[in-house]
C-alpha cells in the first residue's frame, strides 16, 4: 500500500493566520498534485509538481502556494488565510495500481474563521 | 457546464435496493474512473473503464464510449453503502476532470 500522508486532518484557524499544509509520500514518485474541494463540489487541481524545484498552478486559480525542495514533501501554504479559503484540500501522487486514477491522501480540513 | 455531470446529487435508499448513479461526460478520454468518498474525506479508487463492464462485489460499472455516459450500480444496498461516489474522466498525462459526486445515504 502505497503510503501519503497529509497533516493536519483539521484545522480551524482565524483570519490572517499564516498557515501551511503538510503532504508528504514515501514511494519516492516525482509527480505529487494538490486538490482542492469546496463542500458539495468537485475536485479541482490548484498546484501540481513534476520533481524538486518543478511546481506549477492548477485548472483553478489559488491564492495557495506551493513548494517542492525534496521528493518526498510537497507542502502548500496560505500566507493570510481568508475565510474564501475553508475548503478541503486533497494531496495525490500517480496511480500505484493499474485500476487507479491517482492516489489521494486522507485530505485536510480547513475552516477559517 | 461542467465537463462531466453526475445525477442524481443527492439519493437516498432503504437497504435492499438497487441503486444506479449516473455520468455523462463532454471531453475526450483514455479512461473514466469511479471513486468512493467517505464522510472522513478519504477516497478510495472504485472502478477504471475504458469499454464495457466491470463487476467488484455488489458494485457493477458500465460505460458506452459512443454515447460518453457511465453508469454505477449498486445491487442489494447496505449502509455502509453510504458514501458520496464520484465519477472523474482522465485525459491525457492523467489529467482528470472530476464530477460533483452523487451523496448517497442507505437507510437500515
Same mark, same amino acid.
Given at each position: 500500500?502505497?503510503?501519503?500522508?497529509?497533516?493536519?486532518?483539521?484545522?480551524?484557524?482565524?483570519?490572517?493566520k499564516k498557515i501551511t499544509l503538510e503532504?508528504?509520500?514515501?514511494?519516492?514518485?516525482?509527480?505529487?498534485?494538490?486538490?482542492?474541494?469546496?463542500?458539495?463540489?468537485?475536485?479541482?487541481?490548484?498546484?501540481?509538481?513534476?520533481?524538486?524545484?518543478?511546481?506549477?498552478?492548477?485548472d483553478l486559480s489559488s491564492e495557495s502556494?506551493?513548494?517542492?525542495?525534496?521528493?518526498?514533501?510537497?507542502?502548500?501554504?496560505?500566507?493570510?488565510?481568508?475565510?474564501?479559503?475553508?475548503?478541503?484540500?486533497?494531496?495525490?501522487?500517480?496511480?500505484?495500481?493499474?485500476?487507479?486514477?491517482?492516489?489521494?491522501?486522507?485530505?485536510?480540513?480547513?475552516?477559517?474563521? | 457546464?461542467?465537463?462531466?455531470?453526475?445525477?442524481?446529487?443527492?439519493?437516498?435508499?432503504?437497504?435492499?435496493?438497487?441503486?444506479?448513479?449516473?455520468?455523462?461526460?463532454?471531453?475526450?478520454?483514455?479512461?473514466?474512473?469511479?471513486?468512493?468518498?467517505?464522510? +472522513? +474525506?478519504?477516497?478510495?479508487?472504485?472502478?477504471?473503464?475504458?469499454?464495457?463492464?466491470?463487476?467488484?462485489?455488489?458494485?457493477?460499472?458500465?460505460?458506452?464510449?459512443?454515447?460518453?455516459?457511465?453508469?454505477?450500480?449498486?445491487?442489494?444496498?447496505?449502509?455502509?453503502?453510504?458514501?458520496?461516489?464520484?465519477?472523474?474522466?482522465? +485525459?491525457?498525462?492523467?489529467?482528470?476532470?472530476?464530477?460533483? +459526486?452523487?451523496?448517497?445515504?442507505?437507510?437500515p
Amino acid at each position: 500500500e502505497a503510503d501519503i500522508y497529509q497533516t493536519p486532518r483539521y484545522l480551524v484557524i482565524g483570519t490572517g493566520k499564516k498557515i501551511t499544509l503538510e503532504c508528504s509520500q514515501t514511494m519516492g514518485h516525482d509527480k505529487m498534485y494538490w486538490y482542492q474541494q469546496d463542500p458539495g463540489m468537485e475536485l479541482h487541481l490548484i498546484h501540481y509538481s513534476y520533481g524538486v524545484n518543478s511546481t506549477e498552478k492548477g485548472d483553478l486559480s489559488s491564492e495557495s502556494t506551493v513548494s517542492r525542495i525534496r521528493t518526498e514533501h510537497f507542502p502548500l501554504t496560505l500566507e493570510s488565510a481568508r475565510p474564501s479559503h475553508t475548503s478541503q484540500y486533497l494531496c495525490a501522487i500517480p496511480r500505484v495500481a493499474v485500476n487507479q486514477p491517482q492516489h489521494f491522501g486522507d485530505g485536510t480540513r480547513l475552516s477559517i474563521l | 457546464k461542467n465537463e462531466v455531470e453526475q445525477s442524481p446529487q443527492n439519493l437516498t435508499a432503504q437497504e435492499g435496493e438497487f441503486i444506479t448513479i449516473n455520468c455523462s461526460y463532454s471531453v475526450g478520454i483514455s479512461a473514466l474512473h469511479w471513486l468512493q468518498q467517505h464522510p +472522513g +474525506g478519504g477516497i478510495v479508487s472504485l472502478f477504471m473503464l475504458s469499454s464495457g463492464k466491470k463487476k467488484h462485489g455488489r458494485l457493477i460499472a458500465t460505460i458506452n464510449i459512443q454515447e460518453k455516459h457511465s453508469s454505477l450500480h449498486i445491487t442489494a444496498s447496505h449502509p455502509r453503502d453510504s458514501a458520496v461516489y464520484i465519477c472523474a474522466a482522465e +485525459g491525457g498525462s492523467e489529467k482528470l476532470v472530476f464530477g460533483k +459526486g452523487t451523496k448517497l445515504t442507505v437507510n437500515p
